[in-house]
C-alpha cells in the first residue's frame, strides 16, 4: 500500500507559498493494538488553515472509511490517503461518500446553522451574508434561504464572484465588499447579518438600527487583513444593535435542514492540495473546496 501525505516544511509565518507544502510518498501506516487505518476519501480545506499553518499545524476535516470494515467516519487529521485514528476519535457518518455528502458532513453548515440560530432567524426576514461566496458564507445563505428566510443578499470581495452568488449559488442579491458601507447600502436593509470576514467595526456603522449581528467568521484577520478591529459601542448602543458569537453544538450535524443543497468544489488528488489551498487564499474558490484524496493521477499510485 502506498501513503501519500501533505506537510509543512517548518511553520508559516509571511504569506504561504508552495515551497511550505511538501508531498511526500511513503509506505502505508499500520495501526498499533487498539487503533483502526482509515482510508480518507475527502478532505475540506478552509481559510482557518492559514491561521493553523503560522502554529506549525496542517490538519483538515477528513471522510473516509474504516479498512477492514467499511465503515464511513469523520475525523479531523492529518493531510494524508491513510491515517492511523483511535476509534473515540472518529465519529460515525450516514450517506456514501460523494462529494455532496462531504460537503455536508465536512463544510460549515453547522456553524452557519449555529449563527442563524444565535441570530434569531425568523421566517420571512432578510439575511445578509459578509464572505458569501467562501465555504462558511455560502453554507448561510443555503441554510437562510432552507430555515425561511424571505431574502438572503451576499457580498464578495472578487467581483466575478458578483453576479455568480445570484447565478449559481441561490442569492437574491449580491454586492462587492471593498467598502462594506457602499455594499450594505446598495443592498437594503438586514434584519440579520452573518458576518464571515470579522469587519465588525465597518458592519456596525453601515447597519440599520435594531439589526441582528451573527459574528462566525475571521477572514479579514485569517488571510493578512486588519488583527485589531474597534467596536464603536456607543453606536451598538444607540442603533440598538444585537452582536452574537456563534459556534456549533456537540453534534451539529444532525440538526441540519433536510434536503440541504450546498455548493462546493472539487480538487482531484492530494498532489493538488497544496495549489488548491493557495487558491483558497486566493479568493480563486467557491463554496467548500473538497479534495478527493485518492482522484486524478493519484488514484493511479
Known amino acids: 500500500m502506498t501513503n501519500i501525505d501533505v506537510r509543512l516544511a517548518a511553520p508559516v509565518a509571511g504569506p504561504p507559498t508552495l515551497a511550505d507544502l511538501l508531498v511526500h510518498t511513503t509506505g502505508g501506516p499500520k495501526p498499533g493494538p487498539g487503533q483502526v487505518l482509515v482510508r480518507n476519501h475527502w478532505i475540506a480545506l478552509g481559510a482557518v488553515q492559514r491561521t493553523l499553518m503560522a502554529r506549525g499545524v496542517l490538519a483538515a476535516k477528513s471522510l473516509g472509511e474504516v479498512v477492514g470494515t467499511g465503515d464511513l467516519v469523520t475525523h479531523t487529521g492529518p493531510w494524508s490517503t491513510h491515517v492511523v485514528a483511535d476509534p473515540a476519535a472518529l465519529r460515525p457518518a450516514g450517506g456514501t461518500p460523494d462529494a455532496a455528502t462531504a460537503a455536508r458532513l465536512l463544510g ?26 467562501g465555504g462558511l458564507g455560502s453554507a448561510a445563505g443555503a441554510v437562510a434561504r432552507a430555515l425561511g428566510a424571505g431574502r438572503v443578499a451576499g457580498t464578495t470581495g472578487s467581483a466575478w464572484k458578483v453576479p455568480l452568488l445570484t447565478a449559481g449559488l441561490g442569492f437574491d442579491a449580491a454586492a462587492g465588499h471593498a467598502s462594506l458601507a457602499e455594499a450594505v447600502e446598495r443592498l437594503g436593509p438586514a434584519d440579520v447579518v452573518v458576518d464571515t470576514l470579522g469587519r465588525v467595526e465597518e458592519l456596525v456603522a453601515a447597519v440599520a438600527p435594531g439589526t441582528r449581528i451573527a459574528l462566525c467568521g475571521a477572514l479579514s484577520q485569517q488571510l493578512g487583513g486588519a488583527a485589531d478591529p474597534r467596536l464603536d459601542l456607543t453606536a451598538v448602543i444607540f442603533k440598538r444593535l444585537t452582536l452574537v458569537g456563534a459556534t456549533p453544538g456537540a453534534d451539529p450535524g444532525e440538526e441540519l435542514p433536510a434536503g440541504l443543497t450546498l455548493p462546493y468544489t472539487v480538487i482531484e488528488g492530494l498532489t493538488e492540495a497544496p495549489r488548491a489551498l493557495l487558491d483558497l487564499f486566493a479568493g480563486r474558490h467557491t463554496g467548500t473546496v473538497l479534495v478527493r484524496v485518492q482522484g486524478g493521477a493519484d488514484a493511479d499510485r
Open 108 to 133: 460549515s453548515a453547522p456553524v452557519a446553522l449555529a449563527a442563524l440560530r444565535a441570530a434569531g432567524l425568523r421566517a420571512g426576514e432578510t439575511v445578509l451574508v459578509t464572505g458569501a461566496a
